[in-house]
């Protein structure tokens, strides 16, 4: 009769510990979200957030001309045509100066000076132009 007993109370102390065990994972599985577990669309909704958040620190000085999204007087580009409009900066390979000076004339988006002194760190011609 004891060893019955015994083997009840393991049992339910078995189950009572996997069902601590579970809980206790269940807990970790929603604190540690990975930034890696992200989906597109969430992704997208992140960047969309990021750019909204920008646009609308700037909001007093927006405005539509013949369709187009200006800050200023300066256009402000979509994140699909950025790197194109980034490479146009670029022509002519005339450093981190002059690539922001082209870009403040015409253009922006957030982060547009960061991704002009990325690509200038990143171009084999400038840094050879700039060492001599």
Same mark, same amino acid.
């Given at each position: 009769m004891t060893s019955l007993r015994m083997s009840t109370s393991s049992r339910r /102390?078995?189950?009572?510990?996997m069902h601590s065990w579970k809980e206790s994972?269940?807990?970790q599985q929603k604190t540690n979200v990975s930034p890696l577990r992200l989906t597109t669309q969430q992704m997208d909704g992140l960047i969309i957030k990021r750019t909204a958040r920008h646009l609308y620190q700037a909001?007093? %000085? /927006?405005? *539509?001309?013949?369709?187009? /999204?200006?800050k200023g007087d300066r256009i402000i580009i979509p994140a699909t045509l950025q790197k194109e409009v980034?490479?146009? *900066?670029?022509?002519?390979?005339?450093g981190i100066t002059k690539c922001r000076e082209r870009a403040a004339s015409s253009v922006w988006w957030p982060g547009?000076?960061?991704? *002009?002194?990325?690509? *200038?760190?990143? #171009?084999?011609? #400038?840094? %050879?132009?700039?060492?001599?």
């Open positions: /102390l078995g189950l009572r510990q994972k269940m807990k909001r007093s %000085e /927006l405005s *539509i001309s013949d369709g187009l /999204l200006l980034l490479g146009r *900066i670029h022509q002519g390979h005339f547009i000076n960061k991704d *002009i002194s990325a690509l *200038i760190g990143k #171009c084999r011609v #400038c840094q %050879e132009k700039q060492s001599s």
